[in-house]
């Protein structure tokens, strides 16, 4: 599978942090919150998590993009710099990490044109339900730069 190569701006997103084992639990919470809070200057219809790996940790911020993050003082911010991505279609149903392989696979065998990019030092990716989430499928977007 090849993905998908996107520009992207920075990424302002609203919502909340917590230990990438407990997804479901975050989103939960972060319904409850922004049900209560009705987030304001949100950009698009899109949800996102972004999930950062290090020493064997995986923590998860889940939430929303909005325009800045002062207008909605409840939920945490979370600001991903301006980037170039590799996005990966990945069926829901074979389950969200059956892909995995593909994409390392895709950035060892490709270090001449990209090589990930990372976030004060760790390694990150973003799962972007969209559209095409109605569908099954989530995007999983894999930070890069030239290499």
Known sequence: MNPTIIQRDKL???????????????????????????????INENSY?????????????VGVAVSNIEDNNVVEGFCLPASEYAVFDVVVAN???????????????NPDKYIERKLDGKSYVVECYNEKFKSGIIEI???IHKG
């Open 141 to 143: 977007w894999v930070p």
């Open 12 to 42: 302002i997103i609203a919502g909340l942090m917590g230990d990438g084992n407990q997804t479901a639990l975050l989103w939960e919470n972060f319904e409850k919150k922004s049900n209560v809070l009705k987030i304001k200057s949100r």
């Open 95 to 109: 389950g969200y990490d059956s892909e995995n392989k593909t994409m390392d696979d895709w950035l060892k065998n």
């Open 49 to 61: 998590e972004v999930r950062l790996y290090y020493n064997d940790k995986c923590d998860c911020f």
